[in-house]
């Protein structure tokens, strides 16, 4: 390992085509990204070095993020070899004892820290809220953000109520049992709707958390859903972090027929976390663009600033806003097709009407009374 | 390598908890899949062991596929760190050979041939051809799927032409210079468009394919838009093969909006190929469903047997099918939320009428004509 930590040019190397940062850096030269550097002061915890956090922390790794904070009382199995990143010979290792030193030898400038340990049990508990409080970047700040990768009820349970206490934004991951569909979601204490409020995973997939973990039954799972989840996730950090794009609030990948549904989750007034319900109140009135996504708020600031407006403008001419509305549906049209490509189904709009075809309109017809007439003949 | 060769079970191993193939083979027991041990029949070619290339080799490895051709002539670089699966220590060896070691090491079950070597030269296209046509599980067999990773317009047009001559299934992959968006694409020779009907990059990305490989430019790179590439082509691999869900013919990704196009690409009448041409003769009046997703038509037709016709049936009785009606759009609806989610938009379907909103339906109007009413004032 040590060959490889001398032969790595460090990300904090000069940007040059030889090293990985420079393709990280062009991030910036295209405008994607204000400033990729802040990603060395970033910190994250990753709950659940499996299946998608141990894929998450590679690709975190690789992104060249400041600081990661792993947990995980489990030990590699070869029953883990059909998923990505752990190897057959890691196979009786701590998983974040075998992950971080994948990791450090892949880019040594990460500041790794390796929980092997169980957030569920009382000690480890305090012990793990200490470090989501003072494990950030500079000792004794609190962390970026904490990742839930866990597969289980109770420790999503764990993780939920720890960033309740210390209103900690997190997000929430995961894969369902039958391996062709995952979820992510940004969990914002008081904002968005917490573990308690209803439990994702159920929401997210309609699968019963209780039969994940059944005794004796092995869960299906695919190296690929896994991945896409992690990638998802992993995508959605980079976008909170650095300030870029679209935070999706809620994403949901059903491989079957590649379904891909994006949501808001309020919270529930009736929620049994009465920080929740404290942390709500705290909240109340908050806007979602300029809080998650201030770079969105203030490109829409700008874009109003461009509008100059002429004391003399006799022609009365106006600017069209080329700026897309911001739209958290799928609501994004598909470019127009080029040349040679056509459309699998072809509308009408255009097309000439055939003389039988043609209406007469009532000269005080109002397009909102036929659909009041239409909605009214639906109903019959 | 050997002691972690003797130390993995192999996937052919009994299927127990401790092995990673319960895990897969689990897909069957749920239903997902009718046979999964199918995948050890089938052979894939990867063209381009790069950032979404690598990924995919370890994921068809991971799964279980029966043998892998990979084709690269590049070698690892430092400057790939920033995507998955390579490591430092691997800098200067091939692509593909320093791939077949990692991937034989993860299961050595998998027939692995290592091609370093630039398939776009006279004397490896000969060889490539060969070896599509002649590669497959049993040797002198054909290959199951080609899958593109290249990176540039190129390699792409060898694989096209090499995939149009035999005739040959092959995917499409691709990432956006600004590496926040991708696209894979299903190519069946004659029957959807090929890569000289469009480029399907420039169509997909809307970037000039010549600026992908400027001299001395940098294209930016995510592990994450490489892994969410490779992920969805990996798992449209698998539909297709295994014979599952709704394969996707094109699925782009847009890494800032979360937005994943799908749609049906057919090929174009004037292809400069002839090749493609005379395919698109050969193919005419081709069902997809029943060509690509034989098991779809059988569902159908299975359902449709079902629908038993009592001979006395004085009620008028009949089932529902609740099967989903086969759509290649976005048009899954997402699952009713449970207790304590709430819509973040209310629709008003339901909702009361107020007397003020209340309008006369003419006795004789039919929803065609308003349809037709409406539509003639939209134009006016």
Redesign the interface.
Known sequence: MG??RD???TMSAEVT????????M??Q??G?VKNYEDIRKCSVVIVGVGGVGS?AA??LT???IGKLLLYDYDTV????????FF???Q?GLSKVDAAAETLL???PDVNMEAHHCNICTVDEYDKFLERIEHGGIEEGSPVSLVLSCVDNYAARMVVNRACLKLDQAWMESGVA????SGHIQMMLPGRT?CFE??PPL??AD?IDEKTLKRE?V????????M??T???L??NV??YLLG???V?MY??Y?????????????P?G??PNYKCLELQKKYEGWDMVSSVMPWKALEAAEAADREVVHEANDWGISCDDDEPAI??G?S?E??A??????Y?FETNVNEQVAEE???Q??AD?S?E??????K???K?
Chains 1, 2 share one sequence.
């Open positions: 060959g490889a032969k790595i040019e085509d030889e090293n990985p940062y420079s393709r990280l062009a991030l030269r295209m994607i894929v590679e690709m690789r992104c060249g199995e070869l029953a883990n070899m059909n998923r990505l190897t057959p010979d196979a030898n892949i880019n049992e039958n391996a062709v709707m409020c209803a159920i929401v309609g004796g092995c869960a299906a799972s695919l190296p690929t859903t991945g896409m992690a990638g998802m992993v995508q980079l976008k870029f794009g679209t999706a994403l949901g059903n491989a079957m027929d590649d379904y891909f549904p994006t949501m808001m989750l309020t529930s009736t929620c739209d958290w799928e994004a598909p470019a097709p080029g040349t040679g490509v056509k699998a075809d043609l209406v309109v009532d017809a397009v009374d036929l659909q009041a007439q239409m009214a003949m639906m019959n």
